[in-house]
C-alpha cells in the first residue's frame, strides 16, 4: 500500500505563531503562514510522477512543487505563502468590482487560513491542506491568474493578511456565486456542528432576486457583494453583512 500518511506542517505552523507578534496585516503577510495546494487539475489521470515535467510546473507556481504516490496516484502539492497563494485564487477576475474583490479576498483568505490548523483538516491524513478544484477547495490557477488580473493583486495586498474572526479564532467562511433573495443556514444545508453557526442564520439578500440558487447559499453571496459594492458599500461593509458578529483580524 503506497498511500502516504505524512504529518502535515501544521503544527510547525501553529509554533511559528505562538512565537510571534503580529500587530498589522503587513507583519501578518511577512508572518509567512504556509499553505499546502493539490494540483488536481494537473495530476488528474496520471499514473506516475514521471509523467510530469516539473521544470515545467514550476514555472507556473510560486513556492515549491513536489509529487508524492498516494493511494497509487500522483499527487502534486504546491507548497508556498498564504499571501502568494491569495494572488493565484481565480474565483475573483478583473470583470468584477474592486470592493466586491476585497471582500472576497478577506473571506477566501479565511477560508484558507481556517484549514491550516492542525485541529481543522479538510483533508485528514493527507500531505495538503487544500486543492485547487472549486469543488473541493478554492479555484487556484497560479501565477497565470496573477498576469491576467492586477485589480485582483491590489485587492489582495489592500487586504494582507486579514482574515474574519469571532471569539480570537478564525471563522470558516463559506461564500457562493448567486441566492434567490435570501442566503441559507448551515441547518438548511445538513452542514452539522457548524462553527459559529450563530454567524451563518438565513438573510435578506435584495441585491440577488431574480437570480436562481448557484451554490451551497451559506455565508456570502457573489451577487449581493456585487451588488453593495454597486451602492458604494465597502468590502469591510459588505463582510459585516455576511458575517455578523465577527471582526477583521490578522493570521
Not at 455565508?219 to 461593509?237: D, I, T
Amino acid at each position: 500500500n503506497d498511500r502516504i500518511n505524512i504529518p502535515t506542517p501544521g503544527a510547525q505552523r501553529a509554533a511559528r505563531a505562538t512565537q510571534q507578534t503580529i500587530s498589522s496585516p503587513r507583519e501578518a503577510s511577512r508572518a509567512g503562514l504556509l499553505i499546502r495546494i493539490r494540483l488536481s487539475s494537473l495530476d488528474a489521470g496520471h499514473t506516475s510522477c514521471t509523467d510530469f515535467n516539473l521544470s515545467v510546473v514550476r514555472s507556473r507556481y510560486r513556492g515549491t512543487i513536489t509529487c508524492q504516490m498516494i493511494s497509487g496516484s500522483p499527487a502534486l502539492i504546491n507548497e508556498l505563502p498564504l499571501e502568494e497563494y491569495m494572488a493565484g485564487i481565480a474565483e475573483e477576475p478583473d470583470t468584477e468590482l474592486y470592493e466586491k474583490q476585497r471582500a472576497f479576498a478577506s473571506a477566501a483568505r479565511s477560508y484558507a487560513a481556517f484549514y491550516t490548523d492542525p485541529a481543522h483538516r479538510k483533508f485528514p491524513g493527507m500531505p495538503y491542506d487544500g486543492d485547487d478544484s472549486p469543488a473541493r477547495f478554492q479555484l487556484y490557477r497560479g501565477m497565470a491568474t496573477e498576469v491576467a488580473n492586477p485589480q485582483w493583486i491590489r485587492a489582495v495586498q489592500s487586504t494582507a493578511g486579514q482574515v474574519i474572526m469571532k471569539d480570537g479564532q478564525i471563522v470558516k467562511t463559506p461564500y457562493f456565486s448567486s441566492d434567490d433573495g435570501r442566503t441559507r443556514s448551515p441547518d438548511e444545508q445538513g452542514w452539522k456542528n457548524f462553527p459559529f453557526v450563530e454567524v451563518f442564520v438565513s438573510k435578506p439578500d435584495p441585491w440577488c432576486r431574480g437570480f436562481p440558487l448557484s451554490g451551497h447559499g451559506v455565508g456570502m453571496s457573489g451577487c449581493g457583494a456585487a451588488g453593495q459594492a454597486k451602492e458604494g458599500k465597502k468590502a469591510e461593509e459588505i463582510l459585516k453583512y455576511y458575517y455578523p458578529g465577527t471582526v477583521i483580524g490578522v493570521s
